[in-house]
């Protein structure tokens, strides 16, 4: 279920995307007294040099579509909505800013190979779905609840931040020997240029198979 090399790159463009369009939403937000974008995090973890050519077998469950995403620890939770790239090479995320998406074209979260979620982080309205994910830190526990009643579970290895223009496509979409799960958003706030600077990437491997929600 990866996405094609072609699909890869569409998702790079998506993914600088997600922050052009959050630091336009985010204005509001930035020059409101009471709050603002979350800190830029500091990179964390061991983050792969690259992903491997090839998907050895592993461990995975059957696929069913996720519907929550919570990290406990940082007080993230998120319902999940499917979406796929559009023609134009755009990850659209909910009009809801309290629902992240999945992208579908990604396997289901629990399954062998690099599941896919992204949500913005504020709007005009104030925080949205993954506003609170810059405060994640390797060892912190993620949870995925889906449609089919279980729960994949998984525990983050590393959190990096990449400028927009230099977004590692390969690394971050490519094929993982296991259960993988990446969160993606955008930080690094610039307030001359009213915009995102970067991605936020949040890597994290199954610790258990899955359990009953």
């Known amino acids: 279920m990866q996405a094609p090399a072609t699909g890869r790159r569409s998702i790079w463009t998506a993914a600088a995307t997600l922050c ?3 630091g336009a939403l985010a204005v509001g937000v930035a020059l409101d007294e009471q709050s603002g974008p979350p800190p830029r995090p500091a990179p964390a973890g061991n983050l792969p040099a690259q992903a491997p050519s090839t998907t ?7 696929p069913s579509p996720p519907t929550t995403v919570q990290i406990t620890d ?6 999940l ?4 790239i559009s023609g134009s090479g755009q990850l659209p995320l909910p009009n809801d800013r309290d629902r992240a998406s999945w992208l579908a074209s990604s396997v289901t ?5 690099s599941a896919i979620l992204a949500g913005h982080v504020d709007s005009t309205d104030g925080p949205a779905a993954f506003y609170n994910l810059s ?11 889906r449609r089919d009643g279980t729960t994949a579970r998984f525990t983050i290895d590393a959190v990096a931040v990449y400028p927009k223009d230099k977004f590692p496509d390969a690394v971050v979409y490519g094929p993982t020997p296991g259960p993988s799960l990446r969160l993606i958003t955008c ?8 915009d995102y600077r970067d991605n936020l990437v949040v890597y994290a491997t199954t610790h258990t198979k ?3 929600t």
């Open 20 to 22: 052009v369009l959050a």
């Open 56 to 62: 050895p077998a592993g461990d995975g469950i059957p």
């Open 74 to 79: 940082v007080g993230l939770k998120a319902p």
């Open 81 to 84: 909505v499917p979406v796929r």
């Open 109 to 113: 979260p629990g399954e062998r190979g």
């Open 135 to 145: 405060a994640a830190k390797p060892g912190m526990r993620i949870a995925v609840t």
């Open 187 to 194: 930080t690094g706030w610039d307030p001359d240029e009213r």
């Open 210 to 212: 899955h359990s009953p």
